[in-house]
């Protein structure tokens, strides 16, 4: 029988990457992640999953916080919307999580190192093919970088395409993105032997206990609800607003239209009454009502000439 637990919904993630007898499954995580120059031992969850964090009904992003042995901070999340203002959304919370370790009258120099990463179920950056983006703190003149500080990661699930039959040879990071992304299509033998790592085995029976277990699955289910009725609200809100721009969009035309064959009128009667034709200049500002008044005005000097 299939997993059937999508490891990116949010509660499936929190339990799988944020329970403290998990901590060798994030600790892979973040390594495959960020691939620093010395790989994390061992971390300590700030936020640990908790059951209660899930009874309200209202989806929220939900963090994982954790430091590591030397005192770096690392912040992950799973992003299931892309929306308006991301970008700038994954920064400020970066920049809150490295703020955020001082107190008044703290010494800057004891500032830790953090990072903070973020796993999007969609694309963000429409112009680019890559998966992981690393952003640091670099001069773009000398390519000085101010190494540890904040490091940004984002990690687009949209663009993740590799096949079963490449993980032999796959990076740790590439078998945590099939993992994350296909986990819930496989029964869970096939799936820890496609993955003998002791994390991501770990990982696996995480997922498989909560299809077993009654109130984790009814929380699951539930997020599954919750997540597809904010992204039907999204698409909804994005059609409207693109249904709305069309209609604006040929109101504006056709007002335009209208505009520039009532300046042509205006042009054409000034020179049949041997007057000055008006100039671009002249009609600046000048709405398709006054337009309509000038062209009226023009219409009954000509009558008026033809009937003397």
Not at 24 to 31: D, E, K
Not at 146 to 169: A, F, S, V, W
Not at 274 to 289: A, H, I, M, R, Y
Request: hydrophobic residues 40%; negative net charge; aromatic residues 8%.
């Amino acid at each position: 029988m299939l997993i059937g637990i999508r490891p990116i919904n949010d509660f499936a993630f929190k339990k799988t990457f944020g329970s403290p007898e998990n901590k060798l499954a994030l600790i892979s995580l973040l390594n495959a992640i960020l691939g620093l120059p010395k790989p994390i031992v061992d971390v300590t969850i700030e936020n640990p999953y908790s059951l209660q964090d899930f009874k309200d009904d209202k989806l929220s992003i939900l963090d994982i916080k954790a430091i590591d042995q030397t005192g770096a901070i690392y912040d992950v999340e799973m992003q299931l919307s892309i929306f308006s203002g991301l970008i700038q959304r994954i920064v400020f919370y970066g920049c809150e999580i490295y703020a955020d370790q001082l107190r008044s009258g703290d010494d800057y120099s004891l500032l830790k190192p953090a990072y903070s990463i973020c796993l999007l179920d969609g694309v963000l950056w429409h112009d680019s093919t890559k998966v992981h983006h690393a952003f640091r703190f670099t001069d773009l003149e000398s390519g000085r970088t101010l190494n540890d500080t904040l490091e940004i990661h984002t990690i687009e699930l949209g663009r993740y395409h590799l096949q079963e039959k490449d993980l032999p040879k796959a990076s740790l990071l590439d078998c945590w993105l099939f993992w994350l992304l296909h986990a819930h299509e496989y029964e869970p033998e096939e799936l820890l032997k496609l993955f003998p790592q002791e994390a991501i085995r770990q990982a696996t029976q995480t997922i498989t206990q909560i299809a077993q277990v009654t109130e984790d699955k009814a929380m699951y289910d539930s997020r599954e609800k919750a997540i597809r009725d904010q992204q039907w609200a999204l698409n909804a809100s994005r059609k409207e607003g693109f249904i709305e721009g069309e209609i604006e969009g040929k109101i504006e035309g056709k007002i335009e239209g209208k505009i520039e064959g009532k300046i042509e009128t205006i042009r054409m009667l000034q020179e049949i009454l041997n007057l000055p034709v008006s100039n671009d200049s002249d009609f600046n500002g000048k709405t398709l009502e006054e337009l309509q008044s000038q062209t009226a005005d023009l219409q009954d000097r000509l009558r008026n000439r033809r009937g003397s």
